[in-house]
């Protein structure tokens, strides 16, 4: 069974770091590209960034809105990507979902959400 | 950077079809896929590169895309449909999610 499990979500202030993971299991992790997707209360989805597989370099991209503070790695050997986010704004408030993306299947698995708050 | 664009909302009647809307400039040069939200869940692919259904997805919704606009369709609407949707298109390194529509079966 295909599972994601996102963790290290809390309370930060303004201006501070904050590092998610997310654990994955039930397929070959090294084959995939991870995304992240966040989602402030009560608004729509917004893609983060992704980073592809070793066979596609480990490849990165962001999203314009965080692009610069954000950065997103993995370690096949723990099946577990990451997102290092840096200088936080409270607009980056938001459940941050982790998805995979593998062949023609676009996000066809999530986790079930870690919760940043971004206040002082 | 890319912009698509959905309606609020939409409304239907149990049985009746719902047809949701997703336009933007980006759709005219890379697919487009669906995503299925209910409350206090996380999303579900229901529909990927414009028309193939998702294993498990019932055949009730299908997509389409013409020009600059994709639309999902769902057929006999059931009211477990009631959900948000999402569209998202996007290049290699440049992805955007529609702004959502609420389906509302009343």
């Known amino acids: 069974e295909v599972q994601l499990v996102e963790s290290g979500g809390g309370l930060v202030q303004p201006g501070g770091s904050l590092k998610l993971s997310c654990a994955a299991s039930g397929f070959t992790f090294s084959g995939s590209a991870m995304h992240w997707v966040r989602q402030a209360s009560g608004k729509g989805l917004e893609w983060v960034g992704r980073i592809r597989s070793k066979a596609n370099s480990y490849a990165t991209a962001y999203a314009a809105s965080v692009k610069g503070r954000f950065t997103i790695s993995r370690d096949d050997s723990k099946n577990t990507a990451y997102l290092q986010m840096n200088s936080l704004k409270t607009e980056d408030t938001a459940v941050y979902y982790c998805?995979?993306?593998?062949?023609?299947?676009?996000?066809?698995?999530w986790g079930q959400g870690t919760l940043v708050t971004v206040s002082s | 950077s890319y912009e698509l664009t959905q309606l609020p909302s939409v409304s239907v009647s149990p049985g009746q079809t719902a047809r949701i809307t997703c336009s933007g400039d980006?759709?005219?040069?890379?697919?487009a896929d669906w995503y299925q939200q209910k409350p206090g869940q996380a999303p579900e692919l229901v529909i990927y590169e414009d028309s193939e259904r998702y294993p498990g997805i019932p055949e009730r919704f299908s997509g389409s895309t013409s020009g600059n606009t994709t639309t999902l369709t769902i057929s006999r609407v059931l009211t477990e449909d009631e959900a948000d949707y999402y569209c998202?298109?996007?290049?290699?390194?440049?992805?955007?999610f529609g702004g959502g529509t609420k389906l509302t079966v009343l």
């Open positions: 998202l298109s996007g290049d290699e390194d440049n992805v955007v």
């Open positions: 980006v759709l005219g040069e890379n697919y």
């Open positions: 998805t995979r993306s593998i062949g023609s299947y676009p996000h066809d698995y």
